[in-house]
């Protein structure tokens, strides 16, 4: 089932992604961010095709788009970027893979360590029906709820 545009926590095995918070106008990495920090809600914007903008929320309100620079997932660059965020179907419900609208066979790999940058790489993909994602390439997108 395709996500629904709207408003999300994002986790990867249990544990938030969030920014780093780099001071503006820096761009901020994406990482898993360590226990007890409070996560910050991302935005999904849903364009054609199953193609999204990925945004996460700033302190102020405003949001700032993901996307890669060097094979790293940052946010608040210069330039929007287009993902699939394909259903993982083995995951659950709201568990997803997010690829590059460009480069599908590429996308988001969590790293090991809360305060480690989410990695743009190739996606590994198990041979069968469905297909398997190791759990590293799965992210559960998590609605919030309405205040």
Known sequence: MSLKPGLYYIQNRRRY????GE????AQR????????RAPRWLVEKLDDDRYIIKVEEPDGSHASAAT??????????????WHIIPD??????????????ERYKGWVAPEEPEDQIL?????VGPS???????????????????
Do not use: C, H, M
């Not at 992604?17 to 780093?20: Q, T, V």
């Not at 743009?120 to 590994?124: E, S």
């Open 129 to 147: 029906f469905p297909p398997f994602y190791p759990p590293n390439e799965t992210f559960q997108f998590l609605p919030v709820p309405r205040e």
């Open 89 to 102: 179907e083995r995951g659950g419900k709201d568990s997803y893979v997010i690829a590059s609208a460009d």
């Open 30 to 37: 994406v990482i898993v961010l360590p226990d007890g920090v």
């Open 120 to 124: 743009y790489r190739l996606l590994i």
């Open 17 to 20: 992604i969030g920014s780093s």
């Open 23 to 26: 001071e503006p106008p820096n």
């Open 69 to 82: 620079v060097d094979d790293k997932i940052f946010v608040r660059v210069e330039k929007s970027e287009a």
